[in-house]
């Protein structure tokens, strides 16, 4: 019995020591953790092994919602040596950045509308893009009518910051030239698509969706040597969205399951928010369901969906099965939902569809 208490002393001792020491040696060990940290990724090109072709980054897979786990709109897309970045949500450019995009070579931004959540990250867009890549003219920023407004109105709220750049880190690092933003406002036909970018071998085409009353609002397909991705921007089911999709690798679409928003909706109001419940309410007409974005890939022929513009937030996987709600019997492809962090590369010259997490 004796050897048994001495044993159960001893370990209780020895457990003592051992964390003592590792007190000791943590904020040692944290440090050098930290320094190799830095080295593999401060600085470093962390694009420069990617194989040629389209490189899609999944940076904001939200909605106005409060998601904890996804930022607002966003996606970045590496084709070739082009950087173009659709649509800026809040949060969105921090996870960007952490995913190792080059925000500070982005050669333009596209908005699909102009609804807070697509562009309340634009002001830092437009600032990371200028000090990130030491520019000497500005971002290039592509959208509807009313994005000059837009970008105006938030240079406007960034310039005395963009003053404090300047004057703690040098013309060479912040030049006051390379602030703030170019607008083009794109102008589209009532049907088909028009080319919208074309530099490197990267066509960007821009279309009219239907998200009324936001008018106009558009979807955007981007090819580069023979791979192809189509963004639906938010929109109702839409037969334009099938036309411009046919032909693509992957179709990018937003999703919203009617009957848990309107749970929620229903929730609202006994709870004695009518005015919540009204918001809940007033959103189930003008998106599509993940049903109605299966129906749209399976008719265009894509070999890949993802969803995005996730309503109502999902905290856990567990819900996935009930958001999808049958949705996986319409599409013959591989479908999934949008996850913040995840990359899905498409080589050149190659019927390969990658996918991995960046942020995980």
Same mark, same amino acid.
């Given at each position: 019995m004796k050897w048994i208490l001495r044993s159960v002393v001893g370990l209780i001792l020895l457990?003592?020591?051992?964390?003592?020491? @590792? *007190? /000791? @040696?943590?904020?040692r060990i944290g440090a050098s953790v930290f320094e190799r940290m830095a080295g593999r990724l401060v600085g470093l090109d962390q694009t420069a092994t990617l194989e040629d072709g389209l490189h899609v980054y999944f940076c904001g897979t939200g909605s106005p919602l409060p998601d904890p786990e996804r930022a607002g709109p966003c996606l970045g897309i590496l084709a070739g040596d082009k950087a173009l970045v659709f649509d800026t949500g809040s949060g969105s450019l921090r996870k960007l950045m952490r995913m190792g995009f080059p925000v500070g070579e982005t050669d333009?931004? @596209?908005?699909?509308?102009?609804? $807070?959540?697509?562009?309340?990250?634009?002001? #830092?867009?437009? !600032?990371? =893009?200028?000090?990130?890549? $030491? +520019?000497?003219?500005?971002?290039?920023?592509?959208? %509807? #009518?009313?994005?000059?407004v837009v970008a105006n109105g938030f240079m406007s709220a960034y310039r005395t910051d963009a003053g404090y750049r300047t004057a703690h880190h040098g013309i060479a690092v912040a030049n006051p030239s390379g602030f703030g933003a170019e607008v083009t406002?794109? $102008?589209?036909?009532?049907?088909?698509?028009v080319t919208v970018f074309s530099e490197g071998g990267v066509r960007v085409q821009a279309f009219l969706v239907n998200?009324? %009353?936001? #008018?106009?609002? @558009?979807?955007?397909?981007?090819d580069y040597k023979g791979r192809a991705v189509t963004i639906s921007g938010d929109t109702v089911r839409s037969d334009a969205v099938t036309e411009v999709a046919k032909g693509s690798d992957l179709l990018i679409h937003e999703a919203l399951n009617r009957e848990m928003v309107a749970v929620m909706s229903a929730a609202a109001a006994r709870n004695g928010d009518a005015e919540l419940s009204r918001i809940f309410s007033d959103i189930l007409d003008y998106h599509a369901s993940p049903s109605e974005a299966a129906e749209t890939a399976q008719a265009?022929? /894509? #070999? =890949?969906?993802?969803?995005?513009? &996730?309503? %109502?937030?999902?905290?856990? %996987?567990?819900?996935?099965?009930?958001?999808?709600?049958?949705?996986?019997? *319409?599409?013959d492809g591989k479908m999934e939902i949008g996850e913040d962090g995840l990359m899905i $590369? !498409?080589? =050149? *010259?190659?019927? +390969? &569809?990658? +996918? +991995?997490?960046l942020l995980n």
């Open positions: 457990l003592v020591l051992t964390g003592g020491t @590792f *007190k /000791v @040696f943590q904020a333009r931004v @596209f908005l699909t509308h102009l609804h $807070s959540d697509h562009i309340d990250g634009l002001g #830092e867009m437009m !600032l990371q =893009a200028w000090i990130a890549g $030491s +520019r000497t003219t500005p971002v290039q920023i592509s959208g %509807p #009518e009313g994005t000059g406002e794109i $102008s589209l036909p009532s049907d088909g698509a998200h009324e %009353p936001v #008018e106009p609002a @558009f979807g955007y397909r981007i265009a022929d /894509v #070999e =890949a969906l993802v969803l995005t513009h &996730i309503v %109502p937030p999902l905290p856990m %996987p567990m819900l996935y099965p009930a958001f999808l709600d049958g949705a996986g019997d *319409k599409f $590369s !498409l080589p =050149a *010259k190659s019927d +390969r &569809i990658v +996918r +991995r997490n």
